[in-house]
Nanobody, 121 residues
Framework: QVQLVESGGGSVQAGESLRLSCVAS????????MGWFRQAPGKEREGVAH????????KYADSVKGRFTISRDNTKNTLYLQLNNVKPEDTAVYYC??????????????WGQGTQVAVSS
């Protein structure tokens, strides 16, 4: 049974930083694709970033390029998202996701329960 457990969300002010973590169990991080998605109130869920765990190949949404960094620690089966210079429009529930094998667009099979990020101006 695959489980993804996010942590690190909270309330911050615009311009500050935050780091989200996602611990995976039941799936080996190495060799798979993992990513972060977010859903703001009243909006569709959108992909934020994903990473090919074996090769460190990353992809970012245009809205977060240069501000957010996705990284992983395969020894800890943990995925991270570093959020820098956050903006009020980054306010959302952030979800960790994973799929076996290589990344394929933004398609994911497994999902965490989400962690809330709130950015005030």
């Amino acid at each position: 049974q695959v489980q993804l457990v996010e942590s690190g969300g909270g309330s911050v002010q615009a311009g500050e930083s935050l780091r989200l973590s996602c611990v995976a169990s039941g799936i080996t991080a190495g060799g798979n694709c993992m990513g972060w998605f977010r859903q703001a109130p009243g909006k569709e869920r959108e992909g934020v970033a994903h990473i090919e765990m074996a090769f460190d190949i990353t992809k970012y949404a245009d809205s977060v390029k240069g501000r957010f960094t996705i990284s992983r620690d395969n020894t800890k089966n943990t995925l991270y998202l570093q959020l820098n210079n956050v903006k009020p429009e980054d306010t959302a529930v952030y979800y960790c996701a994973a799929r076996a094998g290589a990344c394929s667009g933004w398609d994911m099979y497994y999902w965490g329960q989400g962690t809330q990020v709130a950015v005030s101006s």
